[in-house]
């Protein structure tokens, strides 16, 4: 029997699949506009595709990049990870970004990665949703497509995966959740319980322990349209005022917030030498700043505010 390519190939191969599919279904879901392609060389290795759509007649910005990189980490930024050893990495990956024109219409962010330092490698990724206006229907559906892929590989997956979102999507200064959640992890080796109480993956040979991490990639990573599409096509022709576009771009200031202080995909991207355009792809195109904003007691907005908490959305006990 011809043997497999390396995990790191199958990987690459995969995301970049993922990529033209996601692609494809956006463009068609938008009507309008096709996505600009951007393919680009990183000096110290490898390089990506950045793909971004703007002004369309849903998508006010969309962006999804695949890349596939590879050298030598910082020393002192090789330190800080919990897996593998030495300076020498290659890291490949899908990240996409969706800002929809219409308040209704909830943004969404998904990321599937794969990184080899040294002697060790791992997984790491999750989607999560953004809305503007609270639909407990959309936060529903978005749950439970996540979960019913989870469940196929561990029942505990997805309430583990969910509460460790819940914490990463966390704005501290604004003692706020980025939006509704989803599904977050990292650092998956399939074989050492790091962070977050991730459990090891019951198996006996490391190999086929990472190869279950990766399956369970490739599942919740083809997950990611059926939790999203349905729900952008509910909300696209919904009518909206000034009022509520300017509550958007407040809201979306709260998303540059996080990216730009929190997130670890900016940051590794930044730290790593990555392209900057491609790195900063996910931020709206414009956002507002108010000061010291409040909405008014009893609106939509301060309804909206009190729903960015988390919660249990489908009903079942997350400490379990």
């Not at 009518?239 to 990216?259: A, C, D, H, M, W």
């Not at 709206?284 to 988390?310: I, K, M, N, S």
């Amino acid at each position: 029997m011809k043997p497999q390519p390396p995990l790191k190939i199958r990987a690459r191969d995969f995301f970049s699949g993922l990529q033209d599919q996601i692609c494809n279904v956006l463009e068609q879901l938008d009507g309008r506009e096709c996505f600009h392609e951007d393919l680009w060389v990183r000096p110290e290795g490898g390089g990506g595709r950045t793909r971004v759509l703007e002004d369309g007649a849903l998508f006010e910005k969309a962006g999804v990049n695949f890349s596939e990189v590879f050298g030598d980490f910082d020393k002192a930024f090789a330190e800080r990870l919990p897996v593998g050893d030495g300076t020498e990495f290659f890291a490949t990956g899908i990240s996409l970004v969706l800002h929809p024109s219409n308040p209704f219409v909830p943004t969404v962010h998904a990321n599937f990665r794969f990184l080899e330092r040294g002697s060790g490698s791992w997984f790491g990724g999750g989607t999560d949703l953004t809305p503007y206006y609270p639909y407990l229907d959309d936060a529903i559906h978005f749950h439970r497509t996540l979960k019913t892929a989870c469940d196929e590989f561990d029942p505990l997956f997805y309430p583990r995966f969910k509460k460790w979102c819940d914490e990463y999507f966390f704005l501290k200064h604004r003692d706020e959740t980025r939006g509704v959640g989803g599904i977050f992890f990292d650092y998956l080796t399939g074989k050492t319980p790091i962070e977050e109480e991730v459990e090891a993956i019951p198996e006996a040979d490391s190999s086929k322990e990472i190869e279950f991490i990766f399956e369970f990639v490739q599942r919740t990573g083809q997950s990611f349209l059926p939790a999203y599409v349905p729900i952008a096509e509910r909300r696209r022709t919904e009518s909206y005022s000034k009022r509520e576009r300017e509550f958007q771009l407040i809201r979306r200031g709260r998303y540059v917030e996080f990216n730009l202080v929190y997130d670890r995909g900016t940051h590794f991207g930044l730290q790593t030498r990555g392209r900057t355009e491609s790195i900063l792809m996910s931020l709206p195109p414009l956002v507002r700043w108010a000061y010291d904003y409040h909405p008014e007691p009893g609106t939509r907005e301060a309804e909206a505010c009190e729903f960015f908490r988390p919660r249990d959305w489908l009903g079942i006990d997350l400490e379990r």
